[in-house]
Nanobody
Framework: VQLQASGGGLAQPGGSLRLSCAASEETLNYHAIGWFRQAPGQERKGVACIDLDDGGTHYADSVQGRFTISRDRAKNTVYLEMSSLKSEDTAVYYC??????????????????????WGQGTLVTVSS
């Protein structure tokens, strides 16, 4: 299983960025892909998750209303549209999946137990 995250960069506060997570074909039968972020000195945390069975979406409270997770079935790619960016959104963003995981586990404190496959991470910096 391979996940390729891209799209990070520098954005101004209030600006927007779109992250992409291109997934290999094995994930076609998986149930969820999540986006996570890790700020310097902090633990990795769940940001958003999409249910691959029915397209249901889930968000952390900190990004609800500002971030949108979506998917393109044909490209087997999941996107994270980020708007109204804040300095506290600065982090390395990762996408992840696993054969048996569901979105109910995207905010678990034991990410390494439930999410086995991770993209390489893409840095998002929000600064003026």
């Amino acid at each position: 299983v391979q996940l390729q995250a891209s799209g990070g960069g520098l954005a101004q506060p209030g600006g927007s960025l779109r992250l992409s997570c291109a997934a290999s074909e094995e994930t076609l039968n998986y149930h969820a892909i999540g986006w996570f972020r890790q700020a310097p000195g902090q633990e990795r945390k769940g940001v958003a998750c999409i249910d691959l069975d029915d397209g249901g979406t889930h968000y952390a409270d900190s990004v609800q209303g500002r971030f949108t997770i979506s998917r393109d079935r044909a490209k087997n790619t999941v996107y994270l549209e980020m708007s109204s960016l804040k300095s506290e959104d600065t982090a390395v963003y990762y996408c992840a999946t696993d054969s048996g995981v569901h979105c109910g586990y995207f905010q678990t404190s034991q990410l390494s137990i439930y999410w086995d496959y991770w993209g390489q991470g893409t840095l998002v910096t929000v600064s003026s």
